[in-house]
């Protein structure tokens, strides 16, 4: 804390005379902090994916070591199961009591003795033996268990796996785990078991089956004297995905149901993440060729980061002390640099408002002080331009659109006196009466308005009165009809600027043709823009004529009026010359059609 005053008090004294590049000679020894960070973050991941390669490789090993050893154990059950091949008394005693399954009753008590011995001493000194059965065809069973244990008669019919063991055709067979029926006390412990069909080596006649249990926890013995994670969890299943032995993690729930659930097990490759409940696990698979097991082991992710996560701890509260010394200095020399140019900004966002009068008053010596003389000096020179040339434009501007607006009144009204004139001479009919009504809503409509932007509906209904006018003068050859969408008549659109396309729609486009036309006058939204479109089924216009003019609409300035040809050069002049003052590059105008179909022009305003 004393160094950090000391250092505070050294740059209130020294900084206001520093130039700017001093300064950010400064910050850049501070950034010297950034590549360490960066060493620590590299190093920290180094170190993660160490770990975790180290883990993933330690557990493969586990798990190969794991199936070498039920190897070399199922080996051996094997080399058992295969002895009564070579022993003619046992295959002569089971030869005796051939017959049907469940037909045998009893067998001699010396036969019994024979083999009793027999199977003890294949079993002798084996532990992980609960009991070696030989069976023959008939039932008659011979066991090394007590005879208080074992049945001496049994039908296998009683047992859903003995189908598997009779149609193995002499192959060895492991035998999920199940509970054999012929065990005569009352348990509900379950044996893994390797069996084998019993055949005459000559004829190779069934003479009956053998049958060797092993305990399930003589799987667990094996995993014991191996030094695997204790959260880990481990599954063996055989070659037909069947569940044989699992260790499940302390205070964990089995992986098989879970695993076995639409397939995902034969789905899942080696070395593969998988998510099971809420937790994140490795998946190893190590499958061996000669059982046909498979040894599975699903490691957490969150045990093999358990290193990594400890050094990132360590890693980010020594980051936070750094970051809070280097913060610290960073925080006053900062605001030392950083107070100028905030003073300027706040001035310039002032000045984006409107304010100009705003001046900056921090003025040091170096960088920041000469950029805030040249913004004050800035604002008094805009200060003056805007009240001398800005003000002045825009009242220029709304002359112009006035003036231009007001142009179309008189060209509207002499054309309407006209149509009213050749009416009451040509025809003395009373309709006049009807025209001279319309005629008044128009010049109230151009009078009492003075807005420059009206609603769609109120522009549709001062059309709608010169229309009727025109229809008394054309009787039946003119029609008139509107498309106009609900959701736009509310929209609001420059004053006078349907009206004029109308007219130059009937004067130009249908006055001369004996059979008269249609005017159609339509309105949609299309995202942000409202296109209105006039279009008749007049004489209409050559392609090039209309080319020409879409062309010269494109090369419009303010400073070089619209000249048309053909139509009526004030009225899409005036309309064209409103848009662009009043929408700039928003809104546009433009016209098509082709001789002899008609001619149609479009209006673009932006909503």
């Known amino acids: 804390m004393i160094i950090l005053t000391l250092l505070h008090q050294w740059f209130k004294g020294h900084l206001s005379e520093s130039n700017l590049r001093t300064k950010l000679l400064l910050l850049f020894i501070l950034l010297i902090l950034l590549p360490l960070s960066l060493q620590g973050m590299v190093t920290y991941r180094h170190f993660s994916a160490t770990v975790n390669h180290k883990t993933e490789q330690f557990t493969i090993d586990i798990v190969q070591q794991i199936n070498t050893n039920l190897d070399r ?8 199961s ?22 045998g009753t009893w067998a001699l008590s010396d036969d019994y003795l024979k083999m009793k011995l027999y199977t003890s001493g294949q079993a002798y000194n084996r ?14 069973l011979f066991s090394n268990v007590d005879a208080m244990s074992a049945d001496a008669v049994w039908d296998s019919r009683r047992d859903s796996w003995f189908s598997e063991l009779n149609q193995s055709d002499g192959e060895w067979t492991i035998i999920p785990p199940h509970e054999p029926s012929y065990y005569s006390s009352p348990s509900s412990e379950s044996y893994i078991s390797v069996a084998r069909v019993i055949r005459e080596p000559k004829t190779l006649v069934r003479l009956g089956y053998m049958i060797i249990d092993v305990k399930v926890e003589a799987f667990g ?32 729930v089995s992986a098989y149901g879970e695993l076995l659930k639409d ?25 061996s060729s000669y059982t046909g097991l498979s040894v599975i082991s699903l490691t957490p992710i969150a045990v093999i980061q358990k290193e990594s996560r400890e050094m990132m701890t360590f890693t980010l509260w020594f980051a936070a002390v750094c970051v809070g010394m280097v913060t610290g200095l960073a925080v006053l020399l900062s605001y030392r640099i950083t107070r100028p140019l905030i003073e300027l900004k706040r001035a310039m966002a002032r000045a984006e408002q409107g304010n100009f009068n705003k001046r900056v008053t921090m003025l040091s010596n170096d960088e920041f002080g000469q950029l ?66 319309a005629l008044g809503k128009l010049l ?20 709608d009165s010169y229309v009727r006018i025109q229809q008394v003068r054309y009787g039946g050859k003119l029609q008139v009809l509107y498309e106009i969408e609900d959701e736009v008549k509310d929209c609001l659109i420059p004053k006078l600027i349907l009206q004029p396309l109308v007219e130059n729609a009937v004067y130009h486009g249908i006055d001369d043709r004996e059979e008269g036309g249609t005017i159609w006058i339509s309105a949609l939204r299309f995202e942000d823009e409202l296109l209105i479109t006039v279009r008749d089924n007049g004489k209409g216009m050559s392609e090039t004529e209309i080319e020409e003019l879409n062309k010269a609409i494109g090369k419009h300035t303010d400073n070089q009026p619209l000249q048309l040809s053909g139509h009526d050069e004030l009225g899409l002049s005036n309309i064209f010359q409103r848009i662009v003052l009043m929408y700039d590059k928003g809104g546009c105008l433009t016209v098509d059609g082709s001789l002899g179909r008609g001619f149609a022009v479009t209006i673009t305003i932006p909503l």
Do not use: C
Not at 83 to 97: E, G, N, R, T
């Open 221 to 252: 013995h094996i995993l014991s004297n191996l030094n695997f994670e204790r959260e880990a969890s481990l599954l063996i299943v055989d070659d037909r995905q069947r569940f044989i032995f699992e260790r499940v993690e302390e205070g964990g």
């Open 263 to 287: 397939g995902q097990l034969q789905k899942m490759r080696n070395r593969q993440k998988k998510k099971l409940g809420s937790s994140d696990y490795l998946f190893v698979q190590d499958h």
């Open 444 to 463: 109230r409509y151009t009078i009492d308005k003075v807005d420059r932007r009206i609603q769609l509906w109120e522009e549709i209904h001062f059309v």
């Open 127 to 140: 532990p992980e033996i609960r009991g070696i059965h030989l069976i023959s065809n008939s039932g008659i």
């Open 372 to 437: 805030g003389r040249g913004f004050n000096n800035m604002m008094e020179e805009i200060n003056r331009l805007f009240h001398e040339v800005f003000v002045l434009g825009m009242r220029e501007k709304e002359a112009e659109l006035s003036a231009l607006q007001s142009q179309i009144n008189p060209h509207f009204i002499y054309n309407t006196l006209e149509s009213i004139n050749m009416m009451a001479i040509q025809r003395k009919h009373a309709e006049v009466s009807d025209m001279v009504t």
């Open 82 to 103: 295969l002895m009564p091949l070579y022993d003619q008394m046992v295959l002569s005693i089971l030869a005796k009591y051939n017959g049907p399954m469940g037909s």
């Open 73 to 80: 154990m199922l080996k051996d059950l094997e080399r058992v």
